[in-house]
């Protein structure tokens, strides 16, 4: 046999608290611990097992500056261990001993003097650092920017 239940607030009407004390006990979300996520922090009792376990939740980490043109690079390392997986992948040529790399081909904007360049290469880019730019003509090869680079510009008063 079922037996019919009334609702609480059905039973607390007109009773103006329905129950609770003063109604200032109620108001607010102080009264709950916060709003969202809060109590997650770092007192004992409060921790939440979920963000405990992210090692990332509390503190600042690293920064995102807005609209920058991110630059692909990559090194003079890269080809000299490489060169002759790209020609056999047919993302480079070889032409009289030479190597033919176009750096926008494999994804790239700049290229970078990091390591040793002992064989003969050409690059095609669109932008190239002073010292890749010397290790290439020092190994016989050319580089073609099709960008021209910003001068670097000496702090005043450094006038020699």
């Known amino acids: 046999m079922t037996t019919h239940k009334r609702k609480k607030v059905t039973k607390y009407r007109g009773s103006k608290t329905h129950g609770c004390g003063s109604m200032k006990k109620r108001r607010g979300a102080g009264n709950r611990g916060g709003r969202g996520n809060a109590g997650s922090g770092k007192r004992a009792d409060q921790k939440k097992p979920s963000f405990s376990n992210d090692p990332y939740y509390f503190g600042k980490y690293g920064f995102i500056k807005k609209n920058q043109d991110l630059v692909r ?61 010397e290790k290439v003509k020092k190994a016989g090869g050319s580089i073609n920017v099709r960008r021209a680079q910003r001068e670097t510009v000496e702090p005043k008063g450094q006038e020699g």
């Open 73 to 133: 690079a990559v090194s003079l390392a890269y080809f000299e261990q490489k060169i002759n997986k790209l020609v056999s992948d047919r993302k480079a040529m070889v032409h009289g001993g030479a190597y033919t790399v176009d750096l926008s081909d494999l994804g790239f904007d700049k290229l970078l003097g990091t390591g040793r360049l002992t064989k003969k290469v050409n690059f095609s880019c669109e932008l190239a650092s002073v010292g890749a730019i």
